[in-house]
């Protein structure tokens, strides 16, 4: 069952790095950024890591927990991590559970063949578990700042309706 807009996450569990058993239960009380990227060590995945790296303070103060997946194994992102010097976990979906249960594994052209990849998203879920946003085939310049703004929006709403 793929996650719906303003509806409770389904039963997840993966592994990450730091020995992170991640589930939809780990970060109640918290936003958490999920965000699905192609590779490990790839260009646009470097600059969108460190765009979440660079702002991961201003998301701390806001409340929200960034949590990065891809196919690759655990020592794969935990080079990855420590090159960037990422603050955040990665989590491997080598089976790919996590990539299709939010349904961002595409099809691909890549050098004129036909490739199975990871559709770059983001999803965005409240502190009581509730998908809010997402973000599909995202570009990776501004888009930290998109998700910045969301959870602020959010806070706003909840205030308002305090």
């Known amino acids: 069952m793929t996650p719906a807009l303003n509806k409770a996450l389904p039963d997840i569990e993966a592994q990450a790095t730091g020995g992170l058993k991640f589930t939809q239960h780990s970060f109640a009380g918290k936003f958490l950024v999920l965000y699905f990227y192609p590779k490990d060590n790839t260009p646009g995945c470097t600059t969108e890591a460190m765009q979440f790296r660079d702002h991961h303070k201003e998301l701390t103060k806001l409340g929200a927990v960034v949590i990065g997946v891809s196919r690759d194994n655990l020592a794969s992102h935990n080079k990855f991590k420590e090159t960037l010097g990422l603050p955040f976990e990665l ?72």
Request: with cysteine; aromatic share 6%.
């Open 91 to 162: 989590v491997a979906d080598t089976e790919e559970k996590l990539c299709h249960l939010f349904g961002v594994v595409k099809n691909k052209i890549m050098y004129g063949k036909k490739v199975k990849g990871i559709e770059r998203s983001t999803f965005l879920v409240d502190p009581q578990g509730v998908l809010r946003a997402e973000w599909r085939g995202v570009k990776v310049a501004g888009h930290t700042e998109e998700v910045v703004a969301a959870i602020k929006a959010l806070q706003a709403e909840t205030k308002a309706a305090a």
